[in-house]
């Protein structure tokens, strides 16, 4: 079973992005930091295609924040040159979102990117079987439940997995910033603001050699940086691996030494 896996350097991000329709949003839009500055699609199905002037490490791709819903699907390709036919490693047509279906607030319509700053983003992770040496990742969406898929963000790269998994009493809550106001005559009234994700959750007895990653990790990323936890990558629930997963920042940079070459830390991220 695996364990707690952190994406920390997204390549993504280096990459040139290639979308195979535009219908709003520039493609772009896929390596900023804000939920809501989305590519859109055309119609219910997406070609995204990332390319490098050199080879990269890549042994996962994950959507932090899209409008894929229960039954829609992701097949992920990567290439050892940009120009090849037959692909490295290709997976199979998987499910994005098992179990997964946005609950509108207003009940009325199909989830779109308006609704990702209140709790209405889906996540997706694919972990390859290997990190492979590509120049390519080509990612293709599918949906049976949208017209035109939302999608903010693409995050691939290598990841950082802890030898332990991390304590049983995972907290994972939701901080909503909604304001109700109340009259003199007794009447309520709503100021509905953004719902963010947390997570916290306890590492204990890491060895030296996790030490140093988690270290690394503090010192290079600290704070400001995004990054994407899985406590879950292969549950056999995929809704669970979806609600324990949380792209954000890490609040607790702190470790604490146990006895001899062993450590603890807690972790408090904020979703983004």
């Not at 907290?171 to 106001?181: H, K, M, N, V």
């Amino acid at each position: 079973m695996a364990n707690l896996r952190v994406i920390y350097n997204n390549l993504a991000d280096a990459a040139t992005i290639e979308a195979s329709t535009t219908s709003a949003g520039s493609v772009d839009n896929l390596k900023n930091t804000q939920k809501t500055s989305v590519h859109r699609s055309t119609g219910a199905t997406i070609t995204y295609t990332l390319t490098w002037s050199t080879a990269q490490s890549i042994s996962c791709v994950a959507l932090p924040a899209t409008n894929l819903q229960a039954g829609d699907t992701i097949k992920v390709l990567v290439y050892t040159g940009t120009a090849d036919a037959t692909a490295l490693y290709e997976s199979s047509i998987l499910q994005a979102c098992t179990g997964r279906v946005t609950a509108l607030y207003n009940k009325t319509s199909t989830p779109t990117y308006v609704d990702f700053g209140f709790g209405g983003a889906t996540k997706t992770s694919i972990w390859l079987p290997s990190t492979y040496q590509v120049k390519k990742v080509v990612i293709t969406l599918t949906s049976t439940s949208v017209a035109q898929i939302d999608c903010a963000r693409i995050i691939c790269g290598t990841y950082w997995q802890s030898t332990r998994q991390v304590n049983n009493g995972i907290q994972l809550g939701y901080e909503d910033l909604s304001e109700i106001t109340t009259t003199r005559s007794g009447n309520t009234y709503e100021d509905r603001k953004p719902i963010s994700e947390n997570m916290q959750f306890d590492l204990e007895y890491l060895t030296d050699t996790d030490r140093q990653q988690l270290q690394q990790l503090m010192r290079s990323w600290g704070s400001s940086a995004l990054m994407y936890f899985c406590v879950f990558p292969d549950n056999t629930n995929p809704e669970i691996t979806q609600s324990y997963s949380i792209y954000g920042r890490s609040n607790s940079n702190n470790l604490q030494y146990q006895f001899f070459s062993y450590y603890n830390t807690n972790l408090d991220i904020k979703g983004w």
